[in-house]
Each structure stands twice: as structure tokens, then as C-alpha cells.
């Protein structure tokens, strides 16, 4: 329990900070950088608690937000140094995305619903806070060109499920989906898999 | 329902090909695409089915993630073979936003809401998803400033409420809204009829 | 009660407005600058009683869809006249944003949920309207960049818990919370207050 809330809540200063930073590059204010932040962080979860039907988890105690604001004070107070800690952030983030999986996937189960809605509960956990982020900044969402991220969360789920059916333990299932999609998305950037651009049917068109 | 069945599946279907074209058209990932495509079938059920506070439809079957899933299939197999089909399409999505209004209204009726409240979620089952969309691809979304879609859907509702008013029987009701809807939007684009833009206050201003 | 109507529906009033000058300066036509201009008068509001699993509040009487009508029919009929009144725009929208925080805060306790949480519901509710909107017409949202409008919302639930704690009777309690709200926006849009921007860690970095 205590770990599992350790890594949740280093996931979501990760993923507060990765809102944080894209925000200040597009000059928001303090406030702003928080809300976008905050939504980074939360996002995911929020979705998936309201299509559960269940209050949403951020309603239920205060540490959400106060991590927020611990990640805003940091970056506001040790900008250039939080750059070079880029790396340090990534693995944060990718680990923090392992578990919020799990979360969702787990909630999900408890909610009664087949695997195959877990699995899309899990992707949502973890991606649409990016997703959100980066339509606030006026982006278009990045996990939709870049990196397997999106489908990592899938692996996860998969990984979970397959555990289920085969008997394995609820903590090494955990554990083992988890990992899936760390280690999935580590090997990703590392050696720069992703999947093919959908070819445009109007570029098509045009070189035949 | 085995009729409805049908046209409900070739809605999405042609919802899904409409979201993940102008994903491709984005150099979105196959990932994103099938996002993209499953959240413009999907998204306008959703948010009417949050609003009834209700579970969310495609968390019932999983029909409407392996439709599409085929249409991305097929947008990868066959991109080029699927642009000379734009007038199937047309008339697909035609259909399908006919019947997806009608879905809207009658599961709000069941909900036990009022008529006007009926039309709105008529509107959002049919139109959210496309606005949906447009957002994920960053463009500002098509249907405030093109032919008359969402107008459309409120003639739907207005038919089945004048329908149900006069004692119309409940087929023939739906089969009348939905007709109307789809009537209505062939017309408008075959003789691009169109609602006026509103001039903008400052352009006003300007020209005195 | 019948006081809080009035402003409650001035403030939509004022809301609806912004959205629709908004959308007539990206040429939307008459029903996407409607449908824009309702979001801005109720996103915030749908997207808190979504989040405290409520009845969205303008399913259950129309007078906010109709609000919304009289504001485009004033504005295609009155649009030079409306820019000259701008003024009168701002009072409006700010007495509303004051109402709509404390609408919110008050739906939250009655839900049961602890101060910090009305807080941001209050604020949600204030904020949330515009922030779709410009996500609608594809800028950036501008209460990310521009005057203390979320913070004044965060400032009147501060006051608001303040004045519960130490005893202020109910309607002084809501009276003071707008008015703190009210208060400090129009200082700030006055003075030119505002938060400073996040340095970008970029630029930072650059600036080395």
C-alpha cells in the first residue's frame, strides 16, 4: 500500500511537471501552468471515474492537488535545473504511467465490467491527460505521432489479462503489467519504435 | 432491430472512415487514427449517456471498438480505393446521423426528460463526435461553419416530437425523424444551403 | 430567490455573449455561434454536476437554452451597438462569474464534498464555460494568460469557507463571496494586476 502510494503519487508530480513545462513555454501564468498541470495529472483518471460512474478519485482527498503545487513551486523556483533532470523525469513519468494503467485497469474490474473495457479504462487512465495538455496548449495531442505510448497502456492491459486467466497472483499481476508498460515504452524511445503514419489518402491520390 | 442493427454498425462505420482520414491527413500513427476514428463514432453517445448519467454504450459490447478497428483496416488496405467511394460514405453518415438521433432521443425519453431536452440530446448523439474530432486535430471544428448538420438533428427531434404528439405510432415516428434528418442534410448539400455566418461585431465597426 | 434569478440569468446572459462575438470573429454561422455561446454559459456548470454525479442544472428547466437564443437574436440584430457596450458586458459577466462561483460552492456542500473541493468547484464552475469556448474556436484559452479571472474564483471560496467557519449567516456569506470575486476582478482588470508568467525553461536555458 505504501508503495503503490509513493509511485502513484511520483507519477503524478511527473505528469504535473510534464503539463508545467509545456505550459510555460506557451507563456501561461502561474495559475494557468497549474491548471494545466493539474489536468495533465488527473485527466486520465477523471474520464474514467465519470464513464465508471464513480466520484471522481481526486474529490476523495487533497494530496492531488497539493502535489500540483508542490511541481509548480519547483519548477518556479529551479527551472534550468529540473531541464537537465530531463531524464530523471521520463523514467517519473514512465513508471508513474505503469501504475496509473493498473489503477484504471483495477477500478475498472471492481466496477464489473469484461476486459476488454479494463483495458481501454487503463489506456485512458494513463494517455488522456496528455491528451487534454496538449489541447489546452492549442497542440495537436502529441501521443498521436509519437512513441508507442498509447499502445504500451494496451500491452498492459493485455498483460494483465493474460495473467488473470493464467492464475498468477493479484500482486505479481500487478507488478508484471505494470512493468509491461515501462518497459515497453523505455525500449520505445530508446530505439525509436513507433508505429507507421497512417499514409494520407490525399497524398495517395496525388502521387499515383 | 436486426435492421437497426445494421445501419447503426454502417453509421459507425462511416463515422470511424470520416475520423481516421482526417487523422491521416495529419500524419497521425495508426494508434492515433483508430483514436481519432473511435472517438468521432463514439464521442457524441458518450458525452449524451454521461449527461443521462447512464453507462456509456460501447462499454455494453464491444462492437464499436471492432468496427473500428475495421475501418482503420480497411483505410490502410484500400486509402486510395476509398476516396472514389466519398458519395457511399456521404450517404452512410447520412444514414447513420439520422439513426444516431433518433438513439439520442428515445434514450432520453426513457431517462424521463422533457421534449427540448430530448432535441438537445438528439443533437449531441449526432454532432459531438465530429466536433470532438476536429479538436483532436487541432482545426476549428467543421460543423459551426458548414452546411447545416446540427440544424439538422434538431429537425429530427422537432419531427419525432410533432410525431409523438400526434399520436404517430413509434416505428413510424422514428422512421419519419430519421428520414427527415437525412433528407435534410442532402439537400442542403447538394444545394449547399447554408445558415448566414454572423458578421463579426468587429468587421461591423469597421465598414461604417 | 428571485434577485438570484435575475443576476443568475444576467450573468448567462453576459456569458453567452462572449461566447457569440467570439465565434462571429472566426465567421462561424448562426447555430455554431449559438452552440458556442451555450457552452460558455454552461460548461462550467454541466461539467461540475457531471463531476458531483447531479442532473446537469439547464436539463432541468430551458431557461438557459432560450437565455442563449435572445443573446444571438441580439446580437445579429444589435452588433454594432453591443461592441459600444462593453462596459455594461463586463459588469454583467463579472456579477456572473461572482454568482457562479457561489452557485457552485453551494451545490458541492449540499453534496457532501469538504471545503477545498467546493473550491474548485466553484471555480469550475466559473471558469471551465470559457475555457471550452476558446478550445471551440482553436485558441488558446485566455484565462491562461490574461487577468486573475480563475484565481478571483479561488479567492471567493477562500471567503466563502472564512465567513462558514466563523458563523457569517448564510446570505451574507454568499453576498460577501461574490462580492469578493467581483471585487477583485474588476481591481484587476483596473489596476492591470495579474500573475507573473512561468519563465519558460526553455528560455531559461537559452539565456544562460
Chains 1, 2, 3 share one sequence.
Not at 60 to 67: A, E, N, R
Not at 93 to 111: P, Q, R, Y
Not at 175 to 188: E, K
Request: with cysteine.
Amino acid at each position: 500500500m505504501n508503495f503503490i502510494n509513493v509511485v502513484d503519487y511520483a507519477g503524478t508530480f511527473a505528469f504535473a511537471i510534464s503539463g508545467i513545462r509545456l505550459a510555460s513555454a506557451k507563456q501561461f501564468d502561474w495559475f494557468g501552468a497549474y491548471v494545466v498541470g493539474l489536468v495533465t495529472a488527473i485527466g486520465g483518471g477523471t474520464l474514467r471515474d465519470l464513464l465508471l460512474n464513480v466520484t471522481p478519485f481526486w474529490m476523495l482527498q487533497p494530496s492531488y492537488l497539493v502535489i500540483t503545487g508542490l511541481a509548480l513551486v519547483c519548477t518556479i523556483l529551479f527551472g534550468k535545473w529540473i531541464i537537465r533532470l530531463n531524464n530523471t523525469f521520463f523514467i517519473f513519468d514512465t513508471i508513474g504511467l505503469g501504475l496509473f494503467v493498473v489503477v484504471g485497469i483495477e477500478k475498472s474490474i471492481e466496477a464489473g465490467f469484461p476486459f476488454w473495457v479494463t483495458i481501454v479504462m487503463g489506456m485512458i487512465t494513463g494517455s488522456v491527460g496528455g491528451i487534454i495538455r496538449d489541447i489546452l496548449i492549442n497542440e495537436v495531442p502529441l501521443i498521436f505521432r509519437k512513441d508507442v505510448y498509447a499502445l504500451a497502456c494496451v500491452l498492459g492491459g493485455v498483460v494483465f489479462y493474460v495473467c488473470t486467466l493464467t492464475g498468477v497472483a493479484d500482486e505479481l499481476t500487478q507488478v508484471l503489467s505494470a512493468l509491461s508498460v515501462i518497459v515497453m515504452r523505455i525500449l520505445a524511445v530508446k530505439y525509436h519504435l513507433g508505429l507507421p503514419a497512417l499514409k494520407s489518402a490525399e497524398s495517395n491520390e496525388n502521387s499515383k
